[in-house]
């Protein structure tokens, strides 16, 4: 069978074969099936924190010109993705809103994957995670297809989004079923090429390989190992993402037909891509987010994959053996969705509510000191003193306090630097307050700021009632001396 035999061309004149037409019948339901997705989760998913630091750094760039998250502070690389910034901006520059334009975005991108609770909940949460998948998607999508270039330009522009698509764009062209050095500069090319040119300005701007959150969530390779199996194992309950990709990874066992012409779907570099992403996702250790943010960008490797495997192994029974497993642990993160929006409403619902509350009651110069600096930061518009070193390199070749801290991403911190910055006020414990016995519960990495005699002698403990995200609360924060109550 010639190969414009096994896979003939699309029809003409808007006439489609009965093959596109039930491909257009499955797009149409899912992107109902997406907008319904998004109307139930509207009110209980957002922006979070994180994201928000995006957004002040695209608008202390458009506003005025630097490149930092404190424009007092000069220029600063806190940014993990370069095409989120671009986008942030350019919505920023039209008048939108990160509540708007965030979920609006992932809420367009997800839309192929609609049913999936961790795509939902990240559509929402910002931070270019769900358009990264939607490249990686359309990468896909043209690699089964058999047209290389348009694959390793998609590819591309989700490197964009996350560096680290160059290197499972290399393992797809790689461990293919054709492998050739003309195909493989075709699939991986234009990824590393956009990889090293990021890299390449990031180490001649601010002398390092990876911006600021790399750097303090950086752990001992084993420390990485240890988080990054936790993370994939937990995932198994929050939709099942690792599962899918690791389907998906088992297509690069197995054989392809190499008499199905250049055509034929590329099911060994595939699964190759798939298991290239759950290894980065390994090796980075994860983060603390719900929903397996560092496997978003790679779910539709884990979809087309397990629909592939489905195919391979025959009929009902691949279903079965591969479907079955994939629907019924996606179907386990619509479980926990509630949790996930009972945390949202009281961390970044509140936080943005002490944004606006700091906004009102202090004055424009005056510093603040805080774990959670995204949401805040973006609402207050204050000078910040980034008790976790997300934005700044004060950290950069401190030891991680694996001992001490369990969240990841939290394990570099120094009180004495943070009191040396002298900020006005001190918000600890994520801003929450408990009850009158423990008023503030004081994180790990905010117990050697307490223990500094600097705090008890500089600082005075206050709190005070603001309007939060769930109504009236208060607020704990330490102020120094000469500086006003809120």
């Known amino acids: 069978m010639e190969p414009s035999e096994k896979y003939p061309p699309a029809g003409r004149a808007g006439i489609t074969t009965g093959g596109e037409r039930r491909a257009l019948r499955v797009a149409l339901l899912c992107a109902f099936a997406a907008l319904v997705h998004a109307l139930l989760l509207s009110g209980r998913a957002g922006p979070v924190d994180d994201d928000y630091i995006v957004w002040r750094y695209a608008r202390n760039w458009l506003e005025h010109g630097v490149y930092g998250f404190n424009v007092s502070g000069g220029v600063s690389d806190g940014v993990s993705s370069p095409l989120w910034f671009v986008a942030c901006a350019l919505a920023l520059r039209a008048g939108l809103a990160p509540e708007l334009f965030s979920p609006l975005v992932g809420i367009a991108s997800f839309v192929l994957l609609a049913l999936q609770p961790a795509l939902g909940w990240h559509a929402w ?94 752990l001992p390779l084993g420390d990485e190992l240890a988080y990054g199996g936790r993370y994939l194992v937990r995932s198994l309950g929050e939709g099942g993402l690792a599962l899918s990709l690791a389907a998906a990874a088992a297509l690069a066992l197995g054989r392809t037909r190499a008499s199905a012409g250049p055509a034929a779907p590329d099911l060994r570099g595939l699964g190759a891509a798939a298991a290239a992403a759950l290894a980065a996702v390994l090796l980075v250790g ?45 179907l386990l993160g619509f479980a926990a969705l509630p949790g996930a929006a ?135 924060y330490a102020r120094r001396r000469n500086a006003p109550d809120l």
């Not at 270019?128 to 330009?153: E, H, I, K, N, Y």
């Not at 003309?182 to 701007?205: I, K, Y």
Request: aromatic share 8%; hydrophobic share 50%; glycine share 12%.
């Open 125 to 218: 949460a910002g931070l270019g995670t769900v358009p990264c998948a939607l490249f990686v998607g359309l990468g896909a999508a043209a690699l089964v297809s058999g047209r290389d270039r348009t694959a390793g330009a998609w590819l591309a522009v989700a490197a964009g989004f996350r560096l680290e698509v160059a290197p499972v764009a290399i393992a797809l062209a790689l461990a293919g079923s054709r492998p050739t050095a003309r195909r493989a500069l075709a699939l991986a090319g234009p990824s590393v090429v956009v990889a090293v040119l990021v890299t390449a300005a990031r180490r001649a701007a601010f002398a390092t390989w990876l911006p600021h959150t790399g750097v303090v969530k950086a």
């Open 286 to 330: 994860g983060d603390w987010m719900v929903f397996g943010r560092f496997l978003a960008p790679w779910a539709p490797l884990g979809a087309f994959g397990c629909a592939a495997l489905a195919v391979r192994l025959g009929g009902r029974r691949g279903a079965l053996l591969v479907g079955a497993p994939a629907v019924g642990v996606a």
């Open 342 to 476: 009972s945390e949202r409403a009281g961390f970044e619902r509140w936080w943005l509510a002490v944004g606006d509350a700091l906004r009102e009651r202090a004055a424009p110069d005056t510093s603040v000191a805080l774990s959670p600096i995204g949401a805040i930061g973006w609402r207050s518009e204050l000078p910040i003193v980034d008790v976790l070193g997300l934005t700044h390199d004060a950290f950069a070749g401190r030891p991680a306090r694996t001992d001490v801290v369990r969240v990841k991403g939290h394990h570099r911190f120094d009180g004495a630097w943070v009191l040396d910055q002298e900020p006005d006020y001190l918000v600890l414990g994520n801003g929450i307050h408990f009850d009158d016995a423990v008023p503030v519960r004081i994180n790990p990495w905010e117990a050697d700021i307490v223990a500094d005699p600097r705090f008890e002698r500089d600082y005075v403990r206050r709190t005070v009632w603001i309007e939060g995200g769930e109504g009236r609360a208060r607020l704990p």
